[in-house]
């Protein structure tokens, strides 16, 4: 059973350019989180979403960030016109379902550097 | 808003030592607790949850859960070198009906033989 599958591991973009994230959760799971992490400093909440919609976007910048899970395929993290204070680590975690007692797993996270 | 805060250390403890990693939140409903470990440039892995008031024993990890203090910690005993880590504390409860992690900074924990 395949876990948390992240897409690309390392991305380079440069100032402008569009950074597009993947994130392929566990097999049975539903349910599909991106956090930020930035060096010395914990996870910041972004997006939860669910197949097909969008749960809680709180967490994600108004401008330039965008997510989706379509119902086939990778859920994406989209950053248009990238600026320097974008380089961080982007993991996407996944659950089976949503509920107090549910335990997220993680992929290997992607990490972006923008020059 | 709600904060979870952990000491960002290093703490250091000698190798067979206890290691004590301590958490605190702000918001008095949550329910559940986890504790993640993040070895340096790899992602997170759950190793303890806690939902009720008290101890949970799993192997040489304690997890210690205190609502009313909003207070929850993570002992190891017979701390190893491979349990140099960063501990993050997560923290969850219904926020408009979902139910998201909130995570501490986290601690960097440094075994040393």
């Known amino acids: 059973n395949a876990g948390v599958m992240q897409n690309p591991r390392h991305l380079v973009r440069r100032r402008g350019q569009e950074a597009r994230l993947r994130c392929s959760p566990m097999?049975?799971?539903?349910?599909v989180y991106w956090y930020r992490q930035l060096p010395e400093e914990g996870l910041k909440f972004m997006v939860y979403?669910?197949?097909?919609?969008?749960?809680?976007e709180s967490g994600m910048p108004k401008e330039r960030f965008s997510a989706e899970f379509p119902k086939e395929g990778p859920s994406i993290l989209r950053i248009q016109q990238v600026v320097r204070g974008d380089s961080a680590a982007y993991f996407c975690?996944?659950?089976?379902?949503?509920?107090?007692?549910?335990?997220?797993?993680f992929g290997s996270g992607t990490q972006l550097s923008v020059l | 808003q709600k904060e979870v805060e952990q000491n960002s250390g290093p703490l250091s403890v000698p190798e067979g030592a206890i290691a004590s990693l301590n958490c605190t939140y702000s918001?008095?409903?949550?329910?559940?607790f986890f504790w993640y470990r993040q070895y340096s440039g790899k992602s997170p892995e759950l190793i303890m949850s806690?939902?009720?008031?008290g101890d949970k024993e799993d192997g040489r990890f304690t997890a210690q859960l205190n609502k009313a203090s909003q207070y929850v910690s993570l002992l190891i005993r017979d701390s190893q070198p491979s349990d140099s880590a960063t501990y993050l504390c997560a923290v969850n409860g219904a926020s408009g009906g979902s139910y998201i992690p909130t995570f501490g900074r986290g601690t960097s924990l440094i075994v040393h033989p």
């Open positions: 806690i939902y009720s008031n």
């Open positions: 097999k049975g799971h539903s349910h």
């Open positions: 918001d008095r409903v949550s329910q559940s």
């Open positions: 975690a996944s659950s089976p379902s949503t509920g107090v007692d549910e335990k997220l797993f």
């Open positions: 979403l669910q197949k097909e919609n969008i749960i809680d």
